[in-house]
C-alpha cells in the first residue's frame, strides 16, 4: 500500500483531492471511515471538482460533479442523480491506521 496522507489531514465531513503515481484521487471522511475513489466522472471522464478540494455538494452529504451536476453517494460512489445515474465512481482500496491513510492502485 502506498501513503496518501497523514490521517488529521483529512478531518470529518471533508473532502480531498491528491495525485499519486499521475492519477487524480479524491477522499472523504464520513463517520469517521474513509473513502477514496479515482477523480474522473463516469459520464465524462474529467475530474469532479469545481475549485481544488471541493468535491461535495452544499449539504456536504453527496459527492458532486462540477461539470453537470452528477451525485454520488460517499459510501459506495454510486450516481443517484444526472446523466450517468447507475454507474459508480471508480473505488480504490485504502485503509487508516497511527501512521495515515494509504491506498492500493
Not at 473513502?35 to 465524462?44: A, E, K, S
Not at 481544488?52 to 453527496?62: T, V
Not at 445515474?85 to 485503509?95: A, E, K, S, Y
Request: charged share 25%; proline share 5%.
Amino acid at each position: 500500500m502506498q501513503f496518501l496522507c497523514a490521517g488529521n489531514a483529512l478531518g470529518e465531513g471533508q473532502s480531498r483531492g491528491f495525485r499519486l503515481e499521475g492519477r487524480k484521487l479524491l477522499a472523504v471522511r464520513r463517520d469517521g471511515r474513509v473513502f477514496v475513489y479515482l477523480n474522473r466522472c463516469p459520464h465524462r471522464g474529467i475530474p469532479l471538482e469545481w475549485q481544488a478540494d471541493q468535491f461535495l455538494d452544499p449539504s456536504g452529504s453527496l459527492i458532486q460533479c462540477a461539470t453537470h451536476g452528477a451525485l454520488f453517494l460517499i459510501d459506495d460512489g454510486e450516481c443517484v442523480a444526472g446523466p450517468c445515474t447507475g454507474q459508480h465512481l471508480p473505488r480504490i482500496d485504502c485503509r487508516e491506521d497511527a501512521a495515515g491513510i494509504w491506498v492500493r492502485l
